[in-house]
């Protein structure tokens, strides 16, 4: 067990074994290279990102496929052995989500850089896609056509 100080949930004993790993860090956050990924709680399609080593750092996220069933993307061979992926089924998806002004009815999906992570080994990237259509604010809530 690792001892973690966070801001947002005070202080947190952390399996290694729940270790999120970024070779790289994450764009804008390239010294972050170990998070924990915790449950909004038990019935909530949202997750915290808590650095392990910056207390202030938290990111929220979600499973992109919940609000965006048609959401898909190809990943690269350099980015499967990054990760040492063997089996794609243990790759989970998430996308950072922004909340602006605090509005829950305006949060955006950030679907052009999702959050891959091989629940193998705990190995993950953000993955900025290249040649779509998808943006970093994609709204989770659209307005309701009239």
Request: aromatic share 14%; net charge negative; hydrophobic share 40%.
């Amino acid at each position: 067990m690792r001892k973690v100080l966070t801001s947002r949930f005070g202080e947190l004993d952390v399996e290694e074994k729940r270790i999120v790993h970024f070779k790289d860090g994450i764009p804008a956050f390239e010294d972050e290279h170990e998070f924990v990924i915790l449950p909004y709680d038990e019935e909530s399609p949202y997750y915290f990102m808590q650095s392990l080593k910056t207390p202030d750092l938290a990111f929220l996220l979600t499973v992109p496929f919940l609000f965006f069933p048609d959401y898909s993307f190809e990943i690269d061979d350099d980015t499967l052995a990054e990760l040492e992926v063997t089996d794609q089924e243990k790759l989970t998806y998430y996308a950072l989500i922004t909340i602006p002004n605090y509005s829950v009815r305006y949060m955006t999906a950030n679907l052009l850089a999702p959050v891959i992570l091989n629940t193998e080994n705990m190995k993950a990237k953000q993955l900025v896609l290249e040649k779509t259509n998808y943006t970093t604010k994609e709204r989770l809530f659209p307005e309701p056509k009239k």
